[in-house]
């Protein structure tokens, strides 16, 4: 962390309407796919989407409709062995094989309860037949969270079609169907043509030849992993999305060229899958879908152990002979990406992230004894240990949703209540020297302000799921800590670290961190709805943005696995959409 403070420091300072819409304006939004591997600024391109998109964001907000269609974009992006040509006269062009798609399709609480609402048009208005499944439900109120929708298509390679989901109505005859009710036989292929026919045992094709993917109004608005503000629709930081872009394509070594490290850099430090698929969601493009898959696929097959039942799953890094008798190590507490692996689930429907999600969750569920009842508490020893544990049991309860688990992921946010009320600060206080005696030598009573961003972030997910009215609390507290007392002198960056006795670490030599910091700001808003959190969190956000160090995956992810939220969060502020704040610095 010095020498990053150092080299900081040196740095200078209507549906039938619509589906016309979107079938005329099809070349459109495929130049803006095209586009956005050469053009890292969102808003390059935002004149180019915006007429495909514009009629879905309006009627997008501010609430989730219950009851509409929305552009589903298919994209032939990647090459399947074709069937062995037939004989046909010489010159004619071989039509295109039918090839199976499946898409997950997010939905915001309450507005869907039955996939057999769904319904899929062509590109022409003919009705496709379809098949569809829940893959999981919000806890409060049953509706779905996500569901995998499957069809058949044929498109040549490298061509596009804007396909219209329909949802929200039911098909003529078609009685009502809870998200959580057993499955029932398969309709037939012609009412799957009116309306989707419910197959539990349908399986994804997330890296099939044709992707499909949503408008990224739609995913925002969904809130399938936390609140978001789509790229193009941030006039208020385009320093961001321009830089996170191009940091990524200019880094050096790549992104995806980082291995697995237990001691050293490696590419998934601070959830590289999350971080990856929040940039997705927030452009909701084929190429961007392609990479954030890629990564969670590679962190599955390279960081992830199981137990030999498969029931269990640790990372790597943690010794091959460990038990949940013993406590995880703090190194692999951050390398369990509950977050990430989640994402994948609830966006392509691969079973083997589901298989992830659970087994870490049970790994920790399995192991919490032994990492509070011991000779110390190590969720309190950072707050860094909890937020991850937090995030893990959290994602495994969103698709687990069982009592157990409630009051697994309960006693955790009791311990984290508790824990920041032992003290008048509003930090989780704790010994800094014990966390990591090279950053502070004396510190018996400090805070880590990031790490603490983690625990909120953890908070808010735990929130989502359970509506637990104490986070407001908690987050309010954190907000004002970090505001008042953590803050550097000149305003311009949170401390390393607070209350180190032998390094007040009042500089901003680490501003970069802000933006992973600011989230807590913006939760603080969301469940508060007191505008001075945005106005804090906005002043941190231009200073991060300016000193954005982003030169290997570790730094990346930390700039984009939460900054996505923060926007979300301030969307909701009057005026924040139309770019009536103020503006940067």
Not at 146 to 167: C, E, K, N, Q
Not at 336 to 363: C, R, S
Not at 402 to 426: C, I, K, M, N
Not at 544 to 566: C, D, I, S, T
Request: charged letters at 25%.
């Amino acid at each position: 962390m010095n020498a990053q403070r150092a080299q900081a420091q040196a740095r200078p300072g209507a549906r039938r309407p619509l589906a016309a819409l979107l079938v005329a304006a099809l070349l459109l939004w495929t130049s803006c796919s095209r586009l956005s591997a050469r053009a890292p600024a969102a808003r390059r391109v935002e004149p180019r989407v915006r007429a495909v998109l514009q009629a879905h964001v309006a009627a997008a907000r501010p609430a989730f409709p219950r009851e509409r269609d929305v552009p589903l974009l298919l994209v032939a992006d990647a090459a399947e062995t074709a069937p062995a040509p037939e004989k046909r006269p010489q010159g004619a062009a071989a039509p295109p094989a039918e090839v199976d798609v499946s898409a997950a399709v997010p939905f915001a609480p309450g507005a869907l309860r039955d996939v057999r609402l769904l319904r899929l048009r062509d590109d022409r208005g003919a009705a496709v037949p379809v098949r569809a499944k829940p893959l999981a439900v919000w806890p409060l109120g049953r509706s779905i969270r996500s569901a995998l929708v499957a069809f058949r298509a044929a498109l040549p390679p490298g061509a596009r079609a804007i396909y219209t989901l329909d949802y929200g109505a039911p098909p003529p005859g078609a009685p009502p169907q809870r998200a959580d009710a057993p499955a029932t036989q398969a309709a037939p292929a012609t009412q799957a043509a009116q309306g989707a026919a419910l197959d539990e045992a349908l399986q994804p094709n997330p890296d099939g030849p044709v992707a499909a993917v949503l408008p990224p109004s739609w995913y925002a608005a969904s809130l399938v992993s936390g609140p978001q503000l789509p790229a193009m629709d941030d006039r208020r930081f385009p320093g961001f999305e321009a830089g996170i872009e191009g940091a990524l394509a200019r880094m050096t070594p790549a992104y995806d060229t980082y291995g697995v490290s237990c001691s050293g850099p490696y590419r998934t430090y601070y959830d590289g899958p999350h971080a990856l698929y929040q940039r997705f969601l927030r452009n909701g493009d084929a190429a961007r879908y392609r990479r954030a898959r890629a990564e969670a696929v590679w962190y599955r097959q390279h960081e992830l152990r199981f137990s030999p039942d498969r029931r269990l799953a640790v990372h790597v890094c943690e010794r091959e002979d460990w038990t949940p008798a013993s406590p995880l190590s703090w190194q692999v507490l951050r390398r369990m990406l509950g977050q990430g692996m989640l994402d994948d689930y609830l966006l392509t429907g691969d079973p083997a992230a589901k298989e992830a999600v659970l087994a870490m969750g049970e790994a920790l569920l399995e192991n919490q004894a032994a990492l509070t009842g011991g000779r110390e508490d190590v969720l309190r020893v950072t707050e860094r240990n909890m937020a991850w544990a937090m995030m893990t049991l959290s994602s495994y309860y969103a698709l687990d949703p069982r009592p157990e688990l409630l009051s697994a992921l309960r006693g955790l946010a009791d311990r984290t209540v508790a824990w920041q009320r032992q003290s008048a600060s509003g930090a989780f206080e704790h010994d800094l020297n014990r966390a990591d005696p090279s950053e502070c030598e004396r510190g018996p009573h400090g805070g880590s302000p990031f790490m603490t961003a983690l625990l909120v972030d953890a908070l808010m997910d735990y929130h989502a799921l359970t509506g637990d009215p104490r986070v407001r609390e908690v987050v309010a507290r954190s907000a004002g800590w970090l505001a008042e007392r953590a803050i550097t002198s000149d305003g311009r960056a949170l401390r390393y670290l607070w209350g180190c006795e032998t390094d007040a670490y009042d500089d901003s030599g680490t501003a970069d961190l802000n933006l992973l910091i600011v989230p807590a700001f913006g939760a603080a808003y969301a469940l508060t709805r007191d505008p001075r959190w945005i106005e804090v969190g906005d002043a941190l956000a231009d200073v991060g943005v300016k000193e954005m160090l982003v030169k290997e995956p570790k730094h990346w992810n930390q700039a984009m696995r939460a900054f996505g939220r923060y926007l979300g969060y301030r969307a909701a502020l009057p005026g924040a959409s139309e770019g009536q704040l103020s503006a940067g610095r």
